[in-house]
């Protein structure tokens, strides 16, 4: 007999069931209208935040699944690289909905080819092994563009068949581009592949004693990593309009591992993955306000603003760390479940 209370699932397919409270259908719902009138009721200005929330949120997700397997990758901001540089040089032949695919396929195949010694080493050694081949990525991006002014390879602007489209309708594309990927990686995590993955960052060596190849299924990681970071790149350059080689250094990758994975959520691959897209966001435009408001007083202040963003981040992580070391995502499903107990205890 169905008890009064509590969310009562009879079939295997209602357990596993993406969305599990009729609350969810509401929240969603209200959170699809927000994003749809938003363009018309906010300034330019927060749209571009948006869009790079959305842009970096693609990112995350794809290394947030790859940390899954313990697979502690610091080339994700090359491999955005990849992603951006494949659809500058593509787009001025080929329309945007090619583009992006290929970009994510580029990135994806350049990850599993640096991502193979995760097969011998792990831990500090794949964070030595993935240092380096975001150096080694880094050398080809500026030997790509050393004849290039600038080193700046414009994009075309996005569009089709002639037309060119809007801010506005890129907003568009680009959340729905954000949405689709974060659709499809939250069911990743929910299949066998999802399940392996997470056997095989708990004890690599244990599951390959019930069979896994972790040649394979960690090639997989890579190349799902990849192909997201991929995406993210071919966006950021359609968003830009132009890419070059200092957007993509290798700060940006620990900014990614440690703000977008661990502080939003190590793996929660959506709604992390996005919490922390956001807090990077945050903190660049916070520090960037908060030194343009302080160096009138402080002048030494504007030459070490680069500095003092590092600063934030490092306690923000200590702070994560200490508080809630399962991350944002952690935080929010707390508050959630208080308010889902509210006003009993148990």
């Not at 959506?270 to 343009?292: C, D, N, Y």
């Given at each position: 007999m169905s008890r009064p209370s509590g969310v009562i699932k009879e079939t295997f397919l209602a357990d596993m069931g993406f969305?599990?409270?009729?609350?969810?259908?509401?929240?969603?719902?209200?959170?699809?209208?927000?994003?749809?009138?938003?363009?018309?009721?906010?300034?330019?200005?927060?749209?571009?935040?948006?869009?790079?929330?959305?842009?970096?949120?693609?990112?995350?997700?794809?290394?947030?699944?790859?940390?899954?397997?313990?697979l502690f990758s610091v080339m994700h901001a090359a491999l955005i690289g990849v992603g951006a540089f494949t659809a500058a040089f593509l787009s001025q032949s080929l329309p945007f909905f090619i583009t992006i695919p290929l970009a994510g396929l580029m990135a994806a195949g350049a990850s599993v080819l640096f991502g193979l010694p995760s097969v011998r080493v792990k831990g500090f050694y794949l964070l030595f092994s993935t240092t380096a081949a975001q150096f080694i990525l880094e050398w080809i991006f500026n030997w790509m563009t050393r004849d290039i002014p600038g080193s700046a390879v414009y994009v075309e602007a996005m569009g089709i068949a002639g037309y060119t489209f809007s801010a506005i309708e890129r907003y568009y594309i680009f959340i729905i581009i954000a949405l689709i990927m974060g659709y499809l990686i939250a069911h990743i995590g929910r299949t066998p592949l999802g399940k392996a993955l997470v056997m095989i960052g708990e004890k690599d060596y244990a599951a390959q004693i019930q069979g896994l190849s972790l040649l394979k299924f960690k090639s997989i990681a890579f190349a799902i990593s990849g192909f997201y970071a991929g995406v993210a790149g071919a966006m950021w350059g359609y968003n830009l309009g132009m890419v070059t080689p200092e957007h993509f250094p290798f700060l940006m990758s620990w900014e990614l591992l440690g703000i977008g994975v661990i502080v939003g959520g190590l793996g929660s691959y959506?709604?992390?993955?996005?919490?922390?897209?956001?807090?990077?966001?945050?903190?660049?435009?916070?520090?960037?306000?908060?030194?343009?408001a302080l160096t009138p007083y402080l002048p030494w202040l504007g030459a070490g603003a680069f500095g003092l963003r590092a600063v934030i981040y490092g306690l923000i992580i200590a702070a994560i760390l200490i508080l809630e070391p399962h991350g944002l995502a952690s935080l929010v499903r707390k508050i959630k479940r208080f308010f889902d107990l509210w006003p009993f205890s148990y």
């Open positions: 969305i599990e409270k009729p609350f969810h259908y509401f929240a969603l719902s209200l959170l699809g209208l927000f994003l749809i009138i938003l363009p018309f009721v906010t300034s330019e200005y927060i749209l571009s935040q948006i869009i790079l929330i959305a842009i970096f949120g693609v990112a995350i997700m794809g290394l947030n699944l790859l940390t899954t397997a313990q959506v709604w992390g993955s996005l919490l922390g897209a956001t807090m990077m966001i945050a903190v660049t435009q916070g520090t960037t306000v908060l030194v343009g």
